[in-house]
């Protein structure tokens, strides 16, 4: 079955423990990239990568690394999490742009107290 | 102000109504414009994707690009209890158009 898995769908931790939350696609897909959806804001990007070993930032980097060594998998870091940072997660993966089909994993609910 | 304005209701319609879903936006570049459904818990699905200025059909859904007005609206013709849902615009530039910017969400009771 095609799909984007992330790891774990719940967290809470406290302030400056660094954690990752994992991201997989089994579909091949070039192009994948990490929101944050909060409350009357919506769904704003992270990151995202174009392919293995290229990654950009999107709106609201500050707090968060990535990585992408292998293309299935796209890593979200948070190196000293603080409160601001809880968030629903979301990784999403297309096949090579934007415009493809994205597909979304089912979340990850972080809270940092 | 943000770059992508959507009302975020709760927004309630019978059975078979004609829903209009909008969004309006502020940056000029913006050149692909896309709805995405979320039901309760779960990611986000594209539902429609729309290159530039005009009008997308698909079943019973329909969207509307209007660039002039910066103005973009999504159709749902014969709603159904199964479209209750967060109802997501999303658009990017030309220039780099890995960028998505989303609206905040719409959302949508049908009710029978």
């Known amino acids: 079955e095609a799909q984007v898995t992330q790891n774990p769908r719940y967290l809470i931790t406290v302030t400056g423990k660094k954690l990752t939350v994992t991201c997989s696609q089994n579909?091949?897909?070039?192009?994948m990239s990490w929101y944050r959806q909060d409350p009357g804001l919506g769904l704003r990007q992270i990151y995202y990568s174009m392919n293995v070993e290229v990654t950009d930032k999107g709106d609201v980097p500050e707090g968060y690394k990535v990585s992408r060594k292998e293309k299935r998998n796209f890593p979200l870091i948070l190196e000293s999490p603080s409160p601001n940072q809880t968030s629903l997660y979301f990784c999403?993966?297309?096949?090579?742009?934007?415009?493809?089909?994205?597909?979304f994993g089912p979340g990850t609910r972080l809270t940092v107290l | 102000q943000k770059e992508v304005e959507q009302d975020p209701g709760p927004l309630s319609v019978p059975e078979g109504a004609i829903v209009s879903l909008n969004c309006t936006y502020s940056n000029s570049a913006f050149q692909y414009f896309m709805w995405y459904r979320q039901y309760s818990r779960k990611g986000p699905e594209l539902l429609m994707y729309t290159y530039s200025s005009g009008n997308k059909e698909d079943g019973r859904f329909t969207a509307q690009v209007d660039k002039s007005s910066k103005y973009i609206s999504l159709f749902i013709r014969d709603s159904q209890p199964s479209d209750s849902a967060t109802y997501l615009c999303a658009m990017s530039p030309s220039g780099g158009y890995n960028k998505l910017i989303f609206g905040a969400g719409t959302r949508l009771a049908v009710h029978p």
């Open positions: 579909m091949n897909h070039e192009y």
């Open positions: 999403a993966s297309s096949l090579r742009r934007l415009g493809d089909t994205q597909y």
